[in-house]
């Protein structure tokens, strides 16, 4: 009876079933690039995971997370952008780029909160809950970041811009 090579998957919605790319980590990550650049995100994430997978723990794998939040973003998955920038911080907790991941999750929230419904028209509750949630995220993990006094304005701005006046009076008042 012959054995099965064992190949290693990606478990990824996009390519479940698919072996992982192998190779140096800093040449998948450079792939990776390459990829994201050309707008094949989640090709690209599967490389960033490569080279995590491959150098943990290392300067290499913290480009690799902060680079696939960045993909998530370019390809307009906003929730999944914020939560992978959450996942830098919290990976690496002493980058210099911590700061930089935390603005970037607070402008993720200000493109959910402008995006607009189907029609060009005005929010649909669904997207001023996501955005208030996301805001709401910054300044429960980040109290101290001049950001989270910035979201709690957004908060405030947003809810009361689409009429969700009680909303936006409480994050003011938390706010002052």
């Known amino acids: 009876m012959r054995g099965f ?16 790319p192998e190779g140096e980590p800093g040449a998948l990550l450079a792939r990776g690039e390459t990829l994201r ?13 490569a080279a ?31 939560d992978a920038y959450g996942k830098f911080m919290e990976d690496f907790p002493e980058s210099g780029e911590v700061e930089h ?3 970037r999750q607070f402008e993720t929230a200000g493109k959910a909160a402008a995006r607009k419904g189907p029609s060009g028209g005005p929010f ?10 996301l805001y709401e995220d910054i300044v429960t993990r980040r109290p101290e970041a001049r950001l989270a006094m910035e979201s709690l304005k957004a908060i405030g701005r947003v ?11 409480s994050a003011y008042r938390r706010y002052l």
């Open 52 to 82: 995590m997978k491959g150098a943990p723990s290392t300067a290499l794998a913290e480009e690799s997370r902060f680079c696939e939040a960045i993909s998530f973003e370019e390809e307009g998955q906003l929730r999944r952008a914020f």
């Open 101 to 103: 991941a935390l603005l």
């Open 124 to 133: 649909k509750a669904d997207r001023i809950e996501e955005a208030v949630s």
């Open 5 to 20: 090579a064992l190949v290693p998957l990606c478990l990824c919605a996009g390519c479940l079933f698919r072996p992982a």
């Open 37 to 49: 650049r050309a707008g094949d995100f989640a090709e690209a994430r599967r490389y960033y995971r």
């Open 159 to 169: 809810s009361f811009e689409n009429g969700y006046f009680f909303t936006a009076t």
